[in-house]
């Protein structure tokens, strides 16, 4: 399966294969400026010593040391609101329009793990 013919459309192979899989590939979607706000974000949402205000909900239990096992985030950007404006996921919804052939794509739902 073959990615993108541009780095903003997907090609007719790709959404077929991600139509008929559920899932498909794609590569560098995330800038190297954005990847420092995220990660900046990450480690602020998964800091359990400084609680930043986020819904934090743990799907592992504990781990021997006391920590949670695996911890997700629900949520991040109603605390952090810039995440709805990072290019990656502009870039998402876009892909999503596509592959769906509709215009009305909503970034909602989001969480971390």
Known sequence: MSLFATSTQPTSEWIEGFLQDGFARMENVLPDDEYEILSRIYEQCFDEEND???TRKSLGGKDDQGREALPQVLGPSKVFPELKELRFIQ????VTAEVFGTSDVTFRGE???
């Open 52 to 54: 930043c205000g986020v």
């Open 91 to 94: 870039q998402a919804q876009k």
């Open 111 to 113: 969480h971390m793990i």
